[in-house]
């Protein structure tokens, strides 16, 4: 079994800025895709940012590109969210999936996720 578990979200003012963190542990699996998707009470669970394990690629939302960026640490099997310049439309439950497989970095279709981490934003 696999676990991913969120971490780092919280109450921040517009503006301000958040690090989440995802932490794989269980069962040894091939990480190809780490996503991180979120959801706003009342809307869809959307796709926010994802990192392609091999070669590094990095993709964006268009509504965070510029402001988060998704990195990792292999030695701690983390990947973090870095969130800066938030705003309202941020807030939300925050997401982090894993895939073993090739999937749609866009798509809902990953194998692993955790159970999320609520990141609000104050005016």
């Known amino acids: 079994q696999v676990q991913l578990v969120e971490s780092g979200g919280g109450l921040v003012q517009a503006g301000g800025s958040l690090r989440l963190s995802c932490a794989a542990s269980?069962?040894?699996?091939?990480?190809?895709?780490m996503g991180w998707f979120r959801q706003a009470p009342g809307k869809e669970r959307e796709f926010v940012s994802a990192?392609?394990?091999?070669?590094?690629?990095?993709y964006y939302a268009d509504s965070v590109k510029g402001r988060f960026t998704i990195s990792r640490d292999n030695a701690k099997n983390t990947v973090y969210l870095q969130m800066n310049s938030l705003e309202l439309e941020d807030t939300a439950v925050y997401y982090c999936?894993?895939?073993?497989?090739?999937?749609?970095?866009?798509?809902?279709?990953?194998?692993?996720w955790g159970q999320g981490t609520q990141v609000t934003v104050s005016s």
């Open positions: 269980g069962r040894t699996f091939t990480r190809l895709i």
């Open positions: 999936a894993a895939a073993a497989r090739l999937v749609n970095i866009k798509s809902l279709d990953y194998d692993y």
């Open positions: 990192l392609v394990w091999i070669g590094d690629k990095s």
